[in-house]
């Protein structure tokens, strides 16, 4: 069973720091790996989609790494501002039948302080 | 685009009571996923349609849950009857195709039984 565990639960950093949210997962056979950003009360948004193909994406000040034989992704964001704050989530499919959706992991809460 | 709408955006109701949950879809997407979140479990699949055709409902905890799709721009999640354990958020979400471009989540219903 696919399990997705996010290192750390939360961090606090000042404005302008660069930083790395970490997600690892049990199993390497994955369809795609998505990162995705929650505000209080809101809904996910997605960040970023990386297919199994991939080795990473950008957008913006977000680059998002995936290295499938270890099990893990990276979600590097420069020079972070107060904005940034939420808790982001990342989320694997496996592979094969769509019927199996996302296994999401816990979330790392970040807070970038002004 | 408006987004996912989902409505209400808060409910609450008294324990055995029915309760449904709606949700309009992005025009064009042809996937829709109902999940709950909650501090204990995260963020679980609770059943996806495709093409308005419920494709896969494992995630469903219990037969008082049931949900419908009756065309393409519209869902709901029916709750009978509910229990305080069914306190959650409760997200819908769509995308226009099977390798999760464009997944978009609604801002969620806060689903509250005394």
């Known amino acids: 069973k696919q399990e997705v565990t996010q290192i750390p639960a939360a961090l606090s950093v000042p404005e302008g720091e660069n930083l790395v949210l970490n997600c690892s997962f049990t199993?390497?056979?994955?369809?795609?790996l998505q990162w995705f950003r929650q505000d209080p009360g809101k809904g996910l948004t997605s960040l970023l989609l990386i297919q199994s193909s991939q080795r990473e994406q950008t957008s913006g000040r977000l680059n998002a790494s995936l290295d499938k034989s270890s099990g893990r992704s990276t979600l590097y964001i420069a020079a972070s501002q107060p904005g940034d704050s939420a808790t982001y989530l990342c989320?694997?499919?496996?592979?094969?039948?769509?019927?199996?959706?996302?296994?999401f992991g816990p979330g790392t809460r970040l807070s970038v302080l002004p | 685009d408006a987004g996912v709408i989902q409505s209400p955006r808060h409910e609450v109701t008294e324990m055995g009571q029915e309760v449904t949950l709606r949700c309009k879809p992005i025009?064009?997407?042809?996937?829709l996923f109902w999940y709950r979140q909650t501090m204990m479990r995260g963020l679980e699949l609770l059943i996806y349609?495709?093409?308005?055709?419920?494709?896969?409902d494992s995630g469903m905890p219990e037969d008082r849950f049931s949900a419908k799709m009756p065309n393409a721009s519209f869902s709901t999640l029916k709750i009978q009857p509910s229990e305080p354990r069914d306190s959650a958020v409760y997200f819908c979400a769509s995308s226009w195709d099977r390798e999760d471009y464009g997944y978009t989540f609604g801002s969620g219903t806060r689903l509250t039984v005394v």
């Open positions: 989320a694997v499919r496996p592979p094969g039948n769509y019927g199996q959706n996302f296994v």
């Open positions: 349609f495709n093409n308005n055709v419920p494709i896969d």
């Open positions: 025009s064009g997407h042809d996937y």
């Open positions: 199993d390497s056979a994955i369809y795609n």
